[in-house]
């Protein structure tokens, strides 16, 4: 066996992306135990519990699952932002012929789970739910990958992720479009000229990361009363964020040498603490490293690791807690036709628009991919939890019991789409060694 001596960025993200799916389904079990058991009526006034400001001229408060819902997920959609940026610019995406295989298998994905959405929905109270089953999430499906250890080549992993993204930014823009309230125009205008401010800045490669959180603040909030929901906010602002470094790996390296150099011939000190001269050269050796690195992909590494094992846990927990009790009522039509959705939804629209576009000769199957892995991909892609559970809050807001049934269909959508997606690219998938995909004999 070839052992693993270096972890690329992409496998970095992955291995977290993993985890974050494992604990997720962790954290679903749990609300869905907690929510029907003797303890259920503690589950839910733990997120009716409300928290804000109170001042004389000033209330702003809201229960704890909307500052989840609307404060932390604007979090979780920064660094979706981020992502995007980065994969326009210089990653899957930043050319038309990297993007082009993605870009067929997401359009496909979008459109064609909402056409099965209006084909099998006949009642006009639950149509505002069309937008719940166009999204993949990502971390579940490469948790699902993840157990079939090489045996999935990289090149796969990295599909799934590009279309992934690709999903993000049009369900982003659905929910910017279609699940905002009456706009209140003024306001979007103060926010969108502080948002002009940050983007003149970082044009100019200018990252001032306090000013950034303090606009951020206020732009989270001016869209949160404008009627636009607050984590649009989260995605725009990702974009002020500058991908360039101030300086290039190189010169960082020859400076590097320099300060090593300064720091060895300083003068030692018997004492177990630095000299002055030891304690000025590492803040400039601090200051430097800060030069090199791009701002975009320190916030996206920096973040990662809070959205994926704590606010997307948080998220989970105070989200997917449906009862089953059967008082509310449940919609089981509206959960089958949500479920239908995503997994024949998803695995027709991803499966045909891949293969159009191949056949086109728009697109190209990547590298050591054949088309029964992506028919496994297809299927895995129905696998919708995080952002669909975000749209079905959306959809409806004030109706719990359409709310719970949306989400019935959500979760035996994607535990269905999960598990053939499972089988399948493991009947299709050679043992791969994951740093080198190579096929590794049996």
């Known amino acids: 066996m070839v052992k693993r001596l270096l972890i690329t960025p992409f496998q970095k993200f992955v291995r977290i992306e993993s985890f974050s799916g494992i604990l997720l389904f962790g954290v679903t079990i749990l609300a869905l135990i907690w929510a029907n058991s003797s303890f259920r009526d503690t589950y839910h006034a733990i997120w009716q519990f409300k928290l804000g400001i109170s001042a004389e001229h000033f209330e702003f408060s809201k229960p704890l699952i909307l500052w989840i819902n609307d404060g932390l997920m604007a979090i979780f959609f920064f660094l979706i932002g981020l992502e995007i940026k980065r994969e326009l610019l210089i990653g899957e995406l930043n050319s038309l012929k990297k993007a082009a295989f993605p870009l067929f298998a997401a359009v496909g994905g979008m459109l064609v789970p909402i056409a099965f959405f209006f084909l099998l929905n006949r009642d006009p109270g639950t149509r505002n739910a069309w937008g719940i089953s166009m999204a993949t999430d990502i971390a579940f499906s490469l948790a699902i990958i993840t157990l079939l250890g090489k045996r999935v080549p990289l090149s796969l992993k990295i599909f799934l992720t590009a279309f992934a993204i690709v999903d993000d930014l049009g369900a982003v823009m659905v929910i910017a479009i279609f699940y905002s309230s009456s706009i209140k125009w003024m306001l979007l205008i103060y926010a969108v000229i502080l948002l002009i401010i940050l983007y003149i800045l970082a044009y100019r490669a200018i990252h001032a990361k306090y000013l950034i959180l303090a606009f951020g603040i206020v732009i989270w909030f001016l869209f949160l009363k404008a009627g636009i929901h607050p984590t649009i906010a989260g995605v725009l602002l990702a974009f002020a964020v500058p991908i360039r470094q101030k300086i290039d790996i190189k010169t960082y390296s020859d400076r590097l040498c320099q300060l090593s150099d300064k720091i060895k011939a300083a003068a030692d000190n018997d004492k177990p603490i630095l000299t002055n001269e030891q304690i000025e050269e590492l803040d400039n050796l601090e200051d430097w490293t800060s030069l090199v690195q791009s701002p975009l992909q320190q916030l996206e590494h920096k973040l990662h690791n809070w959205v994926a094992f704590l606010i997307m846990p948080l998220f989970a927990l105070s989200n997917s807690g449906v009862a089953f009790s059967g008082e509310l009522g449940l919609d089981t039509r509206l959960s089958s036709t949500i ?21 086109l000769r728009l697109a190209e199957l990547p590298a050591g991919v054949n088309y029964w892995q992506v028919v496994g991909i297809a299927l895995l892609a129905g696998v919708g939890f995080t952002m669909s559970i975000f749209i079905a809050n959306l959809a409806f807001p004030d109706n719990v019991a359409l709310l719970d049934s949306a989400k019935v269909g959500i979760l035996i959508g994607s535990f269905v789409a999960g598990v053939a997606g499972y089988f399948v690219l493991r009947l299709s998938c050679t043992k791969q060694v994951e740093d080198e995909g190579i096929p590794v004999p049996r």
């Not at 997994?343 to 891949?354: Q, R």
Request: no cysteine.
């Open 339 to 359: 479920a239908i959705s995503l997994v024949a939804g998803k695995f027709f629209g991803i499966f045909l628009m891949s293969w159009l576009g191949v056949k």
